[in-house]
């Protein structure tokens, strides 16, 4: 009988430790209450973590991208360069309704950077995609792209 309980005890240790690592919710996007609710999508490319969130508020959705290091510079090394990045934030909540485009090229260094935001208005029951990338010169983008289903 012991060794059922530590069986589902490690088990249940194995759930929590496997949740994903990817996204970050600092509330229930779908809570009807008006009270704004953010949520986060992540991805590390070449040593950047770009980061996409998205804002739900009382039929409003705001979609920001955000560039950080991917972790601390390695002791004894050079202080990194600054880059200059283009970045690409895209918005629709539908074929027909264009959330907004922010494109522009951005210098980046070593403090996190928040580079634009773009939302409006969007229709209850409605879901909203967005999609932001970085890239430069020899460096592969990877978007990070997110759909939130605004609620009633």
Known sequence: MLTTAAALGALGTALIVAAPAGAATASDPTDPTGTPATTCEYRLQSGLATKLCTTVSSGTVR??????????????SPFPQPQQLNVVLTADAGTDTTLGTLQRTVTFQTQPLEVGAVGGAVACGST?????????????????????????
């Open 63 to 76: 979609f920001t991208g955000q560039i950080g290091l991917a972790g601390p510079p390695s002791p004894g």
């Open 128 to 152: 909203a995609h967005a999609s932001f990338s970085v890239s430069s010169f020899g460096r592969y983008t990877t978007p990070v792209t997110t759909d939130v289903l605004v609620p009633c």
